[in-house]
Nanobody, 117 residues
Framework: QVQLVESGGGLVQAGGSLRLSCVAS??????HAWGWHRQAPGKKRELV?????????KYLDSVKGRFTISRDDVRHTVYLQMNSLQVEDTAVYYC???????????WGKGTQVTVSS
């Protein structure tokens, strides 16, 4: 079992920045892929960014150049730096991990990101 705890969400004006963090605990040796998903009201959940099992980075087209995923393997933590935030980025952001790609085995409870105009 893996437990995930996200933090760093909040309210920010358009053009601002936020940094999300996700700390994993438990059977972290089973984690081979990391991801951040988001879900806006009335919309499907979508993968925003992630590390594949091969270590490649993946980004949703609409966040390329604005969002950066990184990780600290010693601290079992993955980050999502979000710059130039847009109103359309408003959503609940979920950290998720797994043994395969896309990661789907374990999910955090989510953190709300709200971007105001």
């Amino acid at each position: 079992q893996v437990q995930l705890v996200e933090s760093g969400g909040g309210l920010v004006q358009a053009g601002g920045s936020l940094r999300l963090s996700c700390v994993a605990s438990g059977d972290t040796r089973s984690i081979h892929a990391w991801g951040w998903h988001r879900q806006a009201p009335g919309k499907k959940r979508e993968l925003v960014a992630g590390y594949t099992t091969g270590g490649d980075l993946k980004y949703l087209d609409s966040v390329k150049g604005r969002f950066t995923i990184s990780r600290d393997d010693v601290r079992h933590t993955v980050y999502l730096q979000m710059n130039s935030l847009q109103v359309e980025d408003t959503a609940v952001y979920y950290c998720n991990v797994g043994s395969g790609w896309p990661p789907s085995s374990y999910w955090g409870k989510g953190t709300q990101v709200t971007v105001s105009s």
